[in-house]
């Protein structure tokens, strides 16, 4: 419970809690830069937190209108209040809720690093490795390849 508070409040990976969930805005981030966790699999992976952000704005709206209407009673402007609200709290709960979200699909195993990028990394890392201990060595072998 504490992990998922922490990472949700402060925007943070699920899995390393840590990285940064959100480039700039409310886009959010391919992969983890920390630990290379794939925020989204698919292209509607964000609908759900868009649905919760949109049905919490909505109840925030037509309760601070409500308590609205209870103290001026019935007034044209009323509905310019209630709009402005439900957007504004949509726009104020919408990185919560994304947050909220990617945790929830992390819990369940749908948010995971992608392994072939990990094993990729690891033979990138290990060809360079190979390349700068046998710097002296390539030359003359791609020399041989050309020659022929």
Request: proline share 2%; aromatic share 12%; charged share 20%.
């Amino acid at each position: 419970m504490a992990r998922m508070l922490r990472a949700t409040l402060l925007w943070r990976c699920p899995e390393c809690c840590r990285g940064p969930l959100f480039e700039r805005g409310y886009r959010i981030r391919a992969t983890c830069a920390i630990c290379g966790v794939r925020f989204e699999r698919s292209d509607g992976a964000g609908s759900g937190a868009m649905w919760i952000a949109q049905m919490l704005g909505t109840a925030l709206g037509f309760g601070i209108g409500g308590l609205l209407w209870m103290h001026w009673g019935s007034a044209a402007s009323l509905t310019w209040w209630i709009a402005g609200t439900a957007c504004i709290s949509i726009l104020a709960t919408y990185r919560h809720c994304q947050a909220w979200w990617t945790w929830l699909l992390w819990a369940t195993g749908m948010v995971f690093a992608d392994r072939d990028d990990l094993s990729r990394r690891r033979e990138v890392r290990e060809l360079q490795r190979a390349w700068h201990a046998h710097a002296s060595a390539w030359p003359r072998a791609v020399r041989r390849v050309r020659s022929r």
